[in-house]
């Protein structure tokens, strides 16, 4: 089992959709959560952290759910430049982050 | 702040060859990483230094990776001889704490092409 995971996708939306990605990952002891962003060709990036709390940043929503081991990312109304792959990200047992093989986003006019 | 640089952005080599990647990290930032991205497997870390000195190599592939960080301000990725499994973009990190709870900032990656 990998130690996140993601759904590739890609998801289609149209401009202005709600859109909601999902990840699990395995190691109970991680401390640390993030989502980055990756353009095409280019470095990953990152988003916003992830807390226990929950955090919004703008039209950016992220939860996380310890119990389950669930971490989860909103975006509302997209933008066509939302158009990105969405990386999960997790502390492993290191304390090193582990990266989750990513969620492709189209936003389409 | 310049961010942190790699060189050289891309490599054609042929197999059998030396490849050198390097890395700048940002000035102050005491942990580095190098992580290699394939559409197969995503991205993985292959070692990480703080203040300079190895402290995981396990995700390094096998003998012919080899990393180096002689100071604060450059490390180098050494693939010798380099093979055509071995292309991938090559990704360098460095991040101010070795807790990672600021995340990393990373390099605009070497495209690197094994022939």
């Known amino acids: 089992r990998k130690e996140v995971e993601q759904d590739p996708g890609p998801f289609n939306v149209p401009e202005g959709a709600t859109v909601a990605f999902n990840c699990t990952y395995s190691n109970s002891a991680s401390q640390s959560f993030f989502w980055y962003r990756q353009d095409c060709r280019k470095e990953p990036k990152l988003l916003m952290s992830v807390y226990s709390s929950g955090n919004e940043d703008g039209r950016f929503t992220a939860q996380l759910n310890r119990a389950s081991q669930y971490i989860s990312l909103l975006i509302r109304d997209s933008k066509l430049s939302d158009s990105a792959t969405y990386l999960c990200v997790v502390t492993n047992a290191g304390n090193m982050l582990t990266f989750g093989g990513g969620t492709r986003l189209m936003v389409k006019p | 702040d310049a961010g942190v640089i790699q060189s050289p952005r891309h490599e054609v080599t042929e197999m059998g060859q030396e490849v050198t990647l390097r890395c700048k990290p940002i000035s102050g930032h005491n942990s580095l990483f190098w992580y290699r991205q394939t559409m197969m497997r995503g991205l993985e870390l292959l070692i990480y230094?703080?203040?300079?000195?190895?402290?995981?190599d396990s995700g390094m592939p096998e003998d012919r990776f080899s990393a180096k960080m002689p100071n604060a301000s450059f490390s180098t990725l050494k693939i010798q001889p380099s093979e055509p499994r071995d292309s991938a973009v090559y990704f360098c990190a460095s991040s101010s704490r070795p807790d990672s709870s600021y995340g990393y900032t990373f390099g605009s990656g070497t495209r690197l092409t094994v022939v």
């Open positions: 230094f703080n203040n300079n000195v190895p402290i995981d």
